[in-house]
Structures are given as structure tokens and as C-alpha cells.
């Protein structure tokens, strides 16, 4: 058993949530279905639903890492009232951190090869720029897999590093970079006429543009980009000093993470709208018609890709830690494993799943690891998003809500929230957010 857990500084406990949450969920995903769903309305609903019912699962999950103080199964073992010892399965929910690991860091991998392009020569038109993609994503296994191995072992180095000098040191220092880096380019793109049309395009709504499939699209996303219901928060929660406000500190990663979201948007569209691309380009709009425009701009653009780029792998990489934490700390606290032989297996494990989700989109090897239409890529992604996370939150709500003694609650909350916030918090995590993530993910099933 490990019981001398290291304990985050606060500011280290924000930026390193803050790590968690902002990932290439807000910088790739976010701008790319904000433009595939039409803009304003689509963010509308995504700022909604992180207000009422993101933040609040957020810090649902931050009072069960901080009460419990250990991996997210013995929290909810510790937690549950004596005659429903059973919740404890409740806490592998941590599981789906490694589920999204093997694609995330494949991901990753692919942000690594264009900061190796900014460097080496960015493609000039937009056929090149697919080209240059569909070579990658199809046609290059060894290369995605060297890439891969890559984001795999800079995990590794900082897990082992533990809490403090692991995990809270690499947040410390890339977190300030990352938002210099997001300031820097949005203080660049002001200067656009292109970014009034960007702001319009974020912020003037137009409803006829919503359907049914942007709404729950848009509700997903609110949950990945919070991080919610894997068990990240949950674990770095753990590691909080005694007194910490955790109402303050969930406020706080919200609206970090929904800030560089909207940076992130405002940035991409000012350079699509500037430079003449279009915004509904889909999963490639980073990878496909950024590169090109960067390549308009002569060495400058070179400049703003490589920051660009390096920004991406940075949100990318300081969630990849938050995603692997919750297992190693379950393995070092449950199992007795040291740290060392915790990550080593945690990472070789979901470094040859991504290996077969690497193979499963190239040519000559998708057809054993296709499934109907999908291929072990989409099905992992589409695990998390309609299945997986939504369980993991209704969980944390239903705990939270109905299963831990109300008074524990209260005992981290009241104080710092005051009496009705309080009350709209805890309706919200019993009534809200179940009644939300059920509907979510039956609709999902549908839609999909
Ligand atoms: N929130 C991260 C992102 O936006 C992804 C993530 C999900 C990280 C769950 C940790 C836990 O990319």
C-alpha cells in the first residue's frame, strides 16, 4: 500500500487539471465540429451544457478523489455506506482512460509528424494538404507507430516522475506555455479582417442550423473536454491538500478549458476566414486547410504552424498523463505494484492496442480489424463517446447524489458555496445530470 501520497500545491492542482480537461478536445475537436454543426447555436449549447451540468459533475467527481484519497476504486469502496460496499466496481470506470489512449496518442503522434512538417516544408495547395494527410492516415503505419511510441514514452517519463515531480512539474511549466502560445496567435489574428467574421461565425447564433444530432453532439463534447466520468479529475483530486475549496477549483478548470476552446475556435476561423477556407471541413480542418494557409505565409507561417502545432501536442499530451494516472495509482494503490512496473505495463498495453488501431485505418491491414462498417479506430472513439463517458458520469452522479452520506458532501462544499448554491448544485448532480446523460446516450445509440 502506498499511503504517502504526494499532495499537489493548489495552483499546481489547477494547471494540472487544467491539463486534464484542455486537450485536443478543445483544440482540434472543438473547432472542427463547431464548423461541421454550423457555429454560434452549436457553441450555445455546448456553453449551456458545461454550465449546467458539466461543472457540476466536475466537481461531483473532484468531492469523491478528495473525500476518498486514494485510486478511484478504493474512493468509492471508502465512500459507499457499509451495506453498498458494491459501488466499488464503480471505480473502474478508470479503465476508459486507456480505452482513449489508444487513439488519442495516435493522435498525437500525428500532431508530432506536422510539427516535423513545419520544419521540413508544409504542402502549398489544398490537394497536396489532403494528399499529404491521407498518406499519413492511411498509408504509413511504421510512421504513425513511431509517432505513437513517442507520445507513449513522454507519458511514461513524467508518470514516473509521480504526482509532484511528474505530473504537477510538466503542468506547471507547459500549461503558462500553452496559453502564451493561444494568447500570442489570437493577439496575431485580431489583426484580420477575418476575425470579425470568426466572432460572428462563434457568437451569432443561428437556431435553424440546430438539429437534433448538433444538440447531443454538442453535449458530448461538453463532457470530453471536462474530462468527466473517467476517473482523471478523480485522481488528481486525491492529491489535494486538506482545506482546498473545491468549488473554486472546478470554476477555475470550466472556464480554462472553455476559454482555450473559444481561443482556439477564434484563432483557426480568423486564418480560415482570412486566407479563404471553409469551416465545416471536418476532422482534417487542422490538419488539411491550416497547413496550407500557414504556407502562404512564407516563413512566418512556418513560424505560426510550429507554434501552432507544438501548442496542440502540449493540450494533447498533458491529458494523455491525466488518462493513464487513474490505472498506474489504481495498480501502485490496490495491487501493491511499484510505480516503475505499474507504468511500464500500463503503457505497453495501450501502445499495441494503438498499434492495431494504427493498423485498423491502414491499407492492407483493415480488414481483420474492421467490425461491420467500422473500423477498431471509430469503434474505440465511438465506445467512449456514446457509451463509456456518459456511463462514467452517471455514475459519479448517481454516488454522489444518492449513495455518499449527504452530510460528507456538504462538509466540502457548503462552506464555499453557500446555502443555494449548494442546493442548485446537489439538484442538479440528482436530478439533472442523470436525467441529461440518459437521454444523451440513448439518443446517441439512435443517431449514430
Ligand atoms: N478533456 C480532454 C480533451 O479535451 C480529453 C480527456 C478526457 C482527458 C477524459 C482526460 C479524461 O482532449
Same mark, same amino acid.
Given at each position: ?14 494547471l ?19 464548423? #461541421?454543426?454550423? *457555429? =454560434?447555436?452549436?457553441?450555445?449549447v455546448?456553453l449551456?451544457?458545461?454550465? &449546467? +451540468?458539466?461543472?457540476? @459533475?466536475? %466537481?461531483?467527481?473532484?468531492?469523491i ?39 488519442y496518442s ?20 489544398i ?30 517519463? #513524467?508518470?514516473? *516522475? =509521480?504526482?509532484?515531480?511528474?505530473i ?5 511549466? &507547459? +500549461?503558462?506555455f500553452? @496559453?502564451? %502560445? ?15 467574421k ?14 437534433s444530432?448538433?444538440i447531443?453532439?454538442a ?8 474530462s ?11 492529491a489535494?491538500?486538506k ?25 483557426i ?8 477556407g ?5 476532422? =482534417?480542418l487542422?490538419?488539411?486547410?491550416l497547413p ?26 498533458t ?6 494516472e487513474?490505472t498506474?495509482?489504481y ?29 485498423s ?7 481483420p ?24 458520469g ?30 442548485i ?6 436530478y439533472i ?8 446516450a ?7
Amino acid at each position: 500500500m502506498n499511503q504517502e501520497v504526494a499532495k499537489f500545491s493548489r495552483l499546481g492542482f489547477v494547471l494540472s487539471a487544467t491539463g486534464a480537461a484542455v486537450g485536443l478536445g478543445n483544440i482540434w475537436k472543438f473547432p472542427y465540429i463547431t464548423g #461541421v454543426y454550423g *457555429g =454560434g447555436a452549436f457553441v450555445m449549447v455546448y456553453l449551456v451544457t458545461i454550465l &449546467l +451540468i458539466g461543472a457540476s @459533475l466536475l %466537481i461531483a467527481e473532484m468531492v469523491i478523489g478528495k473525500r476518498g484519497q486514494k485510486d478511484c476504486v478504493s474512493s468509492f469502496e471508502e465512500l459507499a455506506p457499509p451495506r453498498r460496499k458494491g459501488w466499488k466496481y464503480a471505480g473502474f470506470l478508470f479503465v476508459t482512460g486507456l480505452v482513449i489512449m489508444t487513439f488519442y496518442s495516435v493522435v498525437i503522434g500525428w500532431i508530432f509528424y506536422y510539427i516535423y512538417l513545419s520544419f521540413a516544408g508544409l504542402p502549398t495547395t489544398i490537394e497536396d494538404a489532403k494528399e499529404v494527410f491521407d498518406n499519413l492516415y492511411g498509408h504509413a503505419p511504421f510512421l504513425q507507430i513511431s509517432f505513437h511510441l513517442i507520445s507513449v514514452l513522454f507519458v511514461a517519463v #513524467v508518470l514516473l *516522475g =509521480g504526482i509532484k515531480k511528474g505530473i504537477e512539474k510538466t503542468n506547471l511549466i &507547459l +500549461i503558462p506555455f500553452l @496559453l502564451f %502560445i493561444l494568447l500570442g496567435l489570437l493577439a496575431y489574428a485580431t489583426g484580420f479582417d477575418g476575425f470579425g467574421k470568426a466572432l460572428a461565425f462563434m457568437f451569432a447564433p443561428d437556431f435553424s442550423k440546430l438539429n437534433s444530432e448538433a444538440i447531443i453532439r454538442a453535449v458530448g463534447h461538453s463532457f470530453f473536454t471536462l474530462s468527466i466520468g473517467i476517473g482523471s479529475i478523480m485522481t488528481y483530486a486525491a492529491a489535494l491538500p486538506k482545506h482546498s475549496n473545491l468549488y473554486k477549483a472546478g470554476l477555475m478548470v470550466a472556464f480554462m478549458d472553455t476559454l482555450i476552446a473559444l481561443i482556439a475556435g477564434l484563432v483557426i476561423f480568423s486564418f480560415l476566414f482570412e486566407f479563404g477556407g471553409t469551416p465545416d471541413k471536418g476532422p =482534417g480542418l487542422v490538419f488539411v486547410s491550416l497547413p496550407v494557409i500557414f504556407a502562404k505565409l512564407g516563413t512566418a507561417g512556418s513560424v505560426i504552424a510550429l507554434v501552432f502545432f507544438l501548442a496542440m501536442a502540449v493540450a494533447g499530451l498533458t491529458s494523455a498523463i491525466s488518462l493513464v494516472e487513474p490505472t498506474v495509482m489504481y495498480l501502485e494503490d490496490r495491487l501493491g505494484w511499484l510505480r516503475k512496473k505499474a507504468v511500464f505495463w500500463s503503457s505497453l498495453l495501450y501502445f499495441v492496442i494503438g498499434v492495431l488501431v494504427i493498423l485498423s485505418i491502414s491499407d492492407g491491414f483493415k480488414a481483420p480489424l474492421t467490425f461491420g462498417e467500422k473500423s477498431l479506430f471509430d469503434l474505440l472513439e465511438f465506445s467512449v463517446d456514446s457509451f463509456l463517458m456518459p456511463l462514467g458520469g452517471i455514475l459519479i452522479a448517481l454516488f454522489v447524489g444518492y449513495v455518499m452520506k449527504r452530510e460528507i458532501v456538504e462538509g466540502e462544499l457548503l462552506g464555499h458555496m453557500g446555502k443555494w448554491v449548494f442546493r442548485i448544485w446537489y439538484f442538479s448532480i440528482r436530478y439533472i445530470a442523470p436525467v441529461a446523460v440518459l437521454f444523451l446516450a440513448y439518443t446517441a445509440l439512435n443517431v449514430e
